[in-house]
């Protein structure tokens, strides 16, 4: 079964600061990654996702994110925040089935940036 | 460029009524996702549709029931609502193949 793992529920840093937010999946084939940035009462906007070939995945506003196959891991990484990064973060594990890609997605970090 | 439609955005409703979601996808996507966001919660898979077939099923109640029509919108119906489905609901779009799901702004689902 599939499943997606953020450990860290709030994080904080100052703005200029770097940032990894971390992702840990659980998939029985290889899986297709993704992270999601929703702002308050709003919609996701897709940050970047990983499909296959380059572990490092560069994505929109500055973000990368590394695929580890040997961790399980993909984390999200940003070398400089802005505050306007403030917002909730979901990483999200999507297996294809017949036609569609449902998206299993993790908990959830909200990040909070400090002037 | 065109995003994903949801109407309507706000939404209403008493417990024991029906609620109707409309999702109008991007042009030419031909696959249509719904989810559950529960306030601080993650967004929850509900149902996929794919070429106006169902697809998968995720943890939808049976009082939910969706289809895709043939200009590929989707609605969601929700009959005798409960308190615990107020909820944000999120419809998202695909093409085939390429993975990436697009999302709409959601509905705001308020049962009172």
């Known amino acids: 079964a599939q499943s997606v793992t953020q450990p860290d529920i709030h994080i904080t840093v100052s703005e200029g600061a770097s940032l990894e937010l971390r992702c840990n999946y659980s998939y029985g084939a290889t899986p297709y990654l993704f992270w999601y940035v929703q702002s308050p009462g709003q919609g996701l906007q897709l940050l970047l996702k990983y499909f296959s070939g380059d572990t490092l995945v560069q994505g929109i506003k500055g973000f990368e994110a590394e695929f580890k196959r040997s961790q399980s891991s993909f984390n999200l990484r940003k070398p400089s925040v802005h505050w306007s990064d403030a917002a909730e973060y979901f990483c999200a594990v999507g297996y294809h089935q017949t036609g569609a890609n449902n998206l299993f997605f993790g908990t959830g970090t909200r990040l909070t940036v400090i002037p | 460029a065109a995003g994903v439609i949801q109407s309507p955005r706000h939404l209403i409703k008493e417990k024991r009524e029906t609620a109707t979601l409309k999702c109008y996808p991007i042009?030419?996507?031909?696959?249509v996702y719904w989810y559950q966001q529960g306030p601080g919660q993650d967004p929850q898979f509900l149902i996929s549709?794919?070429?106006?077939?169902?697809?998968d099923k995720g943890s939808i109640p049976d009082r939910f029931s969706a289809q895709q029509f043939s200009d590929y919108h989707s609605e969601l119906n929700m009959s005798s609502l409960e308190l615990g489905d107020s909820a944000l609901y999120f419809c998202?779009?695909?093409?085939?193949?390429?993975?990436?799901?697009?999302f709409g702004p959601g509905t705001r689902l308020t049962v009172t």
């Open positions: 998202a779009s695909s093409l085939t193949g390429l993975g990436e799901q697009y």
């Open positions: 549709f794919y070429e106006k077939m169902q697809s």
């Open positions: 042009p030419r996507h031909d696959t």
